[in-house]
């Protein structure tokens, strides 16, 4: 998948230009510097980048960027390296361009319920922040990942079934293209019809039209209340049934989680996780009234035990809800744990909601056909599942791959997306032909417009030709 | 305003093709026919179409995209006529193509939320047919706009402050492109990050980029218990910190609209109507439970008076309901009925909503100064007003317009947007530049890119050169 694509060397006269537009402490060729910006999360290979460098505002992005376009110099834009797919890769070296140090807080707007922020500001930094007006950015990957990073790729995680995917959370941003010039996009207005909806063309295009240099965005009240539940089920039909049921009686939940009966089984191994060894869903509401959450809950309840829950616990109690929800926070650590000496790819794949039943149904059958161990994790409310397959050696790597492979197919058999939230960075691309057809040539269009040079992210989104 | 562009005439040849493609019942020339679609609701002068012309189909659409394409005829789309910008108004003849017979319904995924629609049904019309699904489409611009023209304009409305505007609720669309090209955008996957938003590009490009043949929306469960609030206040400032203040509760209103003083006074004319005349706050709330209802209203009862509410008044019955909500819900209807003989003219800006108090300010002020009649209405919520200017003569006319001109360079210094929900059409091409700078030029390009000819509703969203 490596591009067949040619770019000019990052040469001396290259580094001296990069110094005098950020400042020798902003550039850095040292082997520890270009080691820590080469791979991310996941389970691609490792690429240097010739230089990293650190810009601190959006006017030296631009200058820098300007630089890199008028000599066809690859730039790979770079968050905390906490993606999944390969990213923030820099795939064809160049210039490593990390936003580690734009981490400011702009402004808080905190009458508008918005904030002002540059991009290397990690999510749950910025809501620490955040805590003292009340108001919090609600899309939550999981780790620490960047602000810059999550739009970058349009990032989702637990709560995306109320509060939206980063996109839905997203109203202006600062953007620099690849020919150096400085654009904003959208509107401080939480309403707009003003032309083209430029703002999400950059969103989710995983630096490879722009780079995001400043983003305001939407923030949500902390919530007064909240309560958990979670339920087991003798079957993942069942257990479905009961996320589709919760999402139709307009409750609203701020996450609805499923675990299979594996997973269930392997979380409980360890002590004090008592989940059983069957499927579990977790839900967590979020209100402004205590009297809300007690009602919910009694509506909650009637409908797993109309669909044969198992066991069924709640708790509007703050240490009590933590405790219940500990085991799915930290089921990624606990599964690591249980597999030492392993390594772990994660598939990530969406369907809309009525299909899952039958892409969990194929995994599983895929699974026992294949003889290999995984793991089934999803945000079941937004039709996403995440299976997590553990290796230890190229031929279970391969195996893994493989199976992602067909539930990828099933998946956009099925109507669904072969990446929910990961994006494609390396690994998806080679699925956009069948997901998106002849709109695929319209990206591809686009791209080549906004960036004739291929500069930006390159080897990304895109499949090579012959591929 | 009128584009420089020049384009080929429809010729009888042409029409023959047409007649060959569509059945010659979805071809007209007929004067009652044209002039039909010369106009849509706005204060915009008509212009006829050569032809009008009934896709039945998208492949027919793309069929009739290519002809058109291929001979530089202009195409402008249309879906019912309630644009309120002249946005559907043929400005360079042509062919007026009509997406009247295309209201159909494809296929309801009432487990999934959603349902797939042609471009030409009502969305009052939709909802009928969805309710015994339990489900319904949110947006609701208050005319039975079709569901192409929503999304073509990013329609928004009252409902918006919970729902979102059409753009949220919309997840996969078939596109014809300008050059006959039929692709499909989005996923019916709620989560999606494969590669770039097409979906967001096509919703809000008012049939300049392509057009919509099919739209998969999203559906939400109609609600089991709503209530209705309305509170008056004696300052402006202090309605719409009480709209601050709601929003911040956490309480997610699913409506939240002031009218001005003057406003009420005018509504309060008529038998029936007691809003006394000064500024009065419109709250809705849905719920699940019947609880949640009460006790919210026990808090936003508790906001109102803390906010020195002249008069708080609410409900969850029903009946009750309607009632209250009848003068806002018919105001335009009444500012009508008291106007005889007058035209109306409608703004539309929105801004952050801190902005709020200065922008109505502002109003009130040039109005003043002016020496005008204007009535204020918004979606306070979502910091969005329409200033509505009866006029009876081109002089009224013009004065409204003047300051229109203010008001959006008002709403632009606050970082709001010249169009918070009618879209670009005509008559905000001319705001364009100060809102979005260079960002105007990157749409350019992609008009350029995706419809290189110009033929897709030309005269809209972009000044024209020397304008």
Same sequence: chains 1, 2.
């Avoid at 294949?370 to 997590?388: K, L, Q, R, S």
């Amino acid at each position: 998948m490596i591009s067949t694509q040619t770019f000019a060397p990052v040469t001396p006269a290259i580094i001296d230009q990069l110094k005098h537009i950020l400042g020798a402490e902003n550039v850095s060729t040292a082997k520890a510097d270009v080691d820590l910006h080469a791979k991310d999360q996941s389970q691609h290979e490792a690429h240097p980048a010739e230089v990293v460098i650190w810009p601190m505002s959006g006017q030296q992005t631009a200058d820098v960027l300007k630089l890199a376009n008028d000599h066809h110099i690859a730039v790979t834009p770079w968050g905390v390296g906490t993606g999944l797919e390969g990213n923030s890769i820099p795939l064809h070296g160049g210039i490593l361009m990390s936003f580690e140090r734009m981490n400011q807080i702009v402004e808080v707007h905190a009458d508008d319920f918005q904030v002002t922020v540059q991009p290397g500001i990690g999510h749950k930094d910025l809501n620490e922040k955040l805590a003292r007006y009340g108001l919090f950015f609600a899309p939550d990957p999981g780790a620490n990942a960047t602000v810059g990073g999550m739009l970058a790729n349009n990032a989702a995680g637990i709560r995306t079934v109320k509060y939206g995917a980063s996109k839905d959370n997203v109203l202006k941003m600062q953007v620099v293209l690849a020919d150096g010039r400085l654009i904003h996009v959208g509107s401080r207005s939480v309403k707009q019809s003003a032309g083209y909806d430029l703002l999400h063309l950059f969103v989710g295009s995983e630096g490879t039209l722009g780079v995001i240099t400043e983003a305001t965005l939407k923030l949500v009240p902390v919530p007064q209340f909240m309560s958990a539940v979670l339920a087991s089920f003798s079957t993942i039909a069942s257990a479905v049934e009961t996320v589709v049921a919760v999402r139709g009686s307009g409750l609203d939940p701020a996450a609805l989680e499923l675990v299979d009966g594996a997973h269930s089984k392997m979380l409980s191994s360890v002590d004090g996780v008592e989940l059983g060894d069957q499927p579990v869903v977790f839900m967590e509401f979020h209100a402004a009234q205590e009297a809300t959450l007690a009602a919910g809950l009694e509506i909650v309840q009637e409908i797993c035990e109309e669909m044969g829950a198992l066991w069924f616990k709640s708790t509007t109690d703050t240490a009590e809800r933590k405790r219940l929800w500990h085991a799915r926070h930290h089921s990624y650590e606990i599964m690591v744990r249980m597999h030492p000496d392993k390594q772990f790819f994660i598939n990530d794949v969406a369907v809309p909601i009525s299909a899952y039943p039958e892409l969990i149904g194929y995994v599983e059958q895929i699974r026992d056909e294949h003889g290999v161990t995984c793991y089934m994790i999803g945000h079941a409310g937004d039709g996403n599942i995440h299976v997590e397959f553990p290796f230890a050696n190229e031929a279970q790597h391969q195996k893994a791959m493989e199976m992602n492979g067909l539930i990828v197919q099933k998946a956009l058999s099925l109507g669904g997306t072969c990446t929910g939230e990961h994006g494609v960075g390396i690994g998806k691309a080679k699925y956009l032909p069948a997901e998106h057809g002849e709109a695929l040539d319209v990206m591809r269009d686009i791209k080549q417009l906004l960036d004739p040079n291929g500069i930006l992210n390159p080897g990304k989104i895109f499949p090579e030709s012959g591929h």
